[in-house]
T-cell receptor, first 114, second 109 residues
């Protein structure tokens, strides 16, 4: 138990569907992150929220839309995805976005696009 | 460009010692992290180095040489449960965390 919970664990969707990934952290942290993890590739940072404000958007396509209603919850809204978007999506949190703070990860959502 | 290099895969024997290397070329340096990730699970934090030298934490140790752009993770008294991927990540001068692709460690009896 890492203190970061992601749902669903697995998601299969068609390219025209709309779905959302959910992340909840129970650690009292103020920073939350979305990452994409593809096989044999480095983790790709997608979005960063610090104290509910988005501070990072690493040129992510607009078909991915984040939402952070409070410091404990983070969503990733998906629409009209492409097959190359199939990957493991990881959520992480840290005390804040300071450089020396380790990140705590959820188990991820395995996304498959048909 | 920024780059983190780690071996793709390593194999070691139960009870032995293994060293996983990480070299980096980044625009500046503000610390290096090691994470462990078991298949299908979350990456978990192992160590953080910002100054040169060796940090020891039980069976695991992490070393850093900033002048060489080099780190290693040393695992002693290997156990089967140590089979996992080990991720190296560096914080650059813009406080971006740059990740390596990870080293898959296979432990054999």
């Amino acid at each position: 138990e890492t203190g970061v919970t992601q749902t669903p664990r697995h998601l299969v969707m068609g390219m025209t569907n709309k779905k959302s990934l959910k992340c909840e952290q129970h650690l009292g942290h103020n920073a939350m992150y979305w990452y994409k993890q593809s096989a044999k590739k480095p983790l790709e940072l997608m979005f960063v929220y610090n104290f509910k404000e988005q501070t990072e958007n690493n040129s992510v396509p607009s078909r991915f839309s984040p939402e952070c209603p409070n410091s404990s919850h983070l969503f990733l809204h998906l629409h009209t995805l492409q097959p190359e978007d199939s990957a493991l999506y990881l959520c992480a949190s840290s005390q804040d976005a300071e450089v020396h703070q380790p990140q705590h990860f959820g188990d991820g959502t395995r996304l498959s696009i048909l | 460009g920024q780059n983190i290099d780690q071996p793709t895969e390593m194999t070691a024997t139960e009870g032995a010692i293994v060293q996983i290397n990480c070299t980096y070329q980044t625009s500046g340096f503000n610390g290096l992290f090691w994470y462990q990730q078991h298949a299908g699970e979350a990456p978990t934090f192992l160590s953080y180095n910002v100054l040169d030298g060796l940090e020891e934490k039980g069976r695991f140790s992490s070393f850093l040489s900033r002048s060489k752009g080099y780190s290693y993770l040393l695992l002693k008294e290997l156990q089967m449960k140590d089979s996992a991927s080990y991720l190296c990540a560096v914080t650059d001068s813009n406080y971006q965390l740059i990740w390596g692709a990870g080293t898959k460690l296979i432990i054999k009896p």
